[in-house]
């Protein structure tokens, strides 16, 4: 299937944005989503490739505070009426993606450029998923016209968890 990969990003980064905190507050793994019918999580920075005084390479990992990576997940459920986003188990290291229940899409930030770069719809649906781009558009679609009406003014952002 086809589908309008700049409209994916807008909706994308409508739902980025309204999940906004503050940079310093970031906690990796912590759900940062407005939305209740998907969960947005801070997956860390982006690793640093430099040279010291002497012209050594140095690398360091998640050292590049201006790249912020996060990982979107949007369940096959998230248009139904009353839906929340169900908690994820956890291992010490990371948590458990369901890809039968749900889609994991990747976003990085670039913080001195104020740009969203966010993985293909292509790159993160595969055999494992019950969803395809086609769901996940029509569930995109349908978040976007009930959190983000364009008759009322975008900003602050209309959310479910924003008094």
């Not at 640093?48 to 990576?69: A, F, H, I, P």
């Not at 749900?102 to 450029?113: G, K, N, Q, R």
Request: include cysteine; glycine fraction near 4%; charge should be negative.
């Amino acid at each position: 299937m086809e589908y309008d990969y700049n409209r994916y990003c807008e909706i994308l980064q409508n739902l980025m944005e309204a999940a906004w905190i503050e940079r310093d507050e970031l906690e990796i793994g912590e759900d940062i989503s407005d939305q209740p019918e998907i969960k947005i999580i801070f997956d860390g920075h982006g690793d640093l490739e430099d040279t010291d005084e002497n012209g050594e390479y140095v690398y360091t990992e998640r050292g590049n505070k201006n790249m912020e990576s996060y990982a979107i997940f949007i369940h096959k459920d998230s248009l139904k009426e009353d839906f929340v986003f169900p908690e994820h188990e956890q291992t010490p290291w990371a948590l458990i993606h369901r890809p039968k229940e749900e889609v994991c899409i990747y976003a990085w930030f670039d913080v001195e450029a104020d740009e969203w770069e966010f993985l293909s719809l292509e790159d993160r649906i595969d055999s494992d998923n019950t969803m395809d781009e086609k769901d996940v558009m029509t569930i995109l679609e349908g978040l976007q016209s009930k959190y983000f009406n364009y008759d009322t003014p975008h900003w602050p952002f209309p959310t479910a968890n924003r008094p």
